[in-house]
């Protein structure tokens, strides 16, 4: 997996957007990137993934950049439930994935 | 549906005994494997296999046996447990490991050695 680098911690306001940065500089042409999130005392869970164009569902949006080395994970609405820690991790097939220690998000009521 | 459901969901063991963890999924995914995560840190993959009867190695493979003899389960052997083991054990499925598929996770077992 190509390594990543995202900040420690982030915060946000409830209801506000949120924008969660990963740098991944030296991932390769075929290395998706994917997005977990982890609430607390639960297992990861399955947020976003793209390769090279901006993807939506309703979870997320992933904006990735054109050179492919930092990608955004965007939150529309922030709510409490959101506050988690959000992996991004860049890989080939979406199983074997190492999991760095992602951005703790923060969300203030 | 009940996703991936790991069992027991607390364990407490002494140096040296040994004991399973259990995962099972309902989805008929291929995939599957087993992670530990220590505090505040990420998750390490231990084992995978990605169909009944081929299991392969992760990161951290020593002191961890599994099989897959079915579909369904997936389960990790502690062989002599060790207070270095002390860890949050997560098991995991996708649908294949070749096509893109978002990972299932369980809950966990939070396992204490002492």
């Known amino acids: 997996d190509a390594k990543t680098t995202q900040p420690n911690s982030m915060e946000s306001n409830e209801e506000e957007p949120v924008h969660l940065p990963c740098n991944h500089s030296?991932?390769?042409?075929?290395?998706?990137i994917h997005w977990y999130r982890q609430l607390p005392s639960q297992g990861p869970e399955y947020v976003i993934h793209?390769?090279?164009s901006n993807v939506n569902n309703r979870m997320a949006s992933l904006a990735i950049a054109e050179d492919r080395k930092s990608s955004t994970l965007i939150l529309h609405r922030a709510t409490l439930r959101d506050a988690a820690v959000y992996y991004c991790?860049?890989?080939?097939?979406?199983?074997?994935?190492?999991f760095g220690e992602g951005t703790q998000l923060t969300v203030n009521p | 549906n009940a996703g991936v459901t790991q069992t027991p969901k607390f364990q407490v063991l002494k140096t040296g005994q040994s004991m399973t963890l259990q995962c099972a999924q309902d989805?008929?995914?291929?995939?599957m494997s087993w992670y530990r995560q220590d505090p505040g840190m990420g998750l390490r993959l231990i084992h995978y296999?990605?169909?009944?009867?081929?299991?392969d190695q992760g990161e951290v493979p020593n002191g961890y046996n599994v099989s897959r003899s079915t579909t369904e389960d997936f389960p990790l052997r502690l062989l002599s447990a060790a207070p270095s083991q002390t860890s949050v054990y997560f098991c995991?499925?996708?649908?294949?490991?070749?096509?893109?598929?978002?990972?299932?996770f369980g809950n966990g077992t939070r396992l204490t050695v002492t």
């Open positions: 991790i860049g890989g080939g097939g979406g199983s074997r994935l190492t």
């Open positions: 793209g390769l090279t």
């Open positions: 030296t991932i390769s042409g075929t290395d998706y």
């Open positions: 989805m008929n995914h291929e995939y």
């Open positions: 296999s990605v169909g009944a009867g081929i299991t």
């Open positions: 995991a499925s996708s649908q294949t490991m070749g096509v893109i598929s978002p990972l299932h």
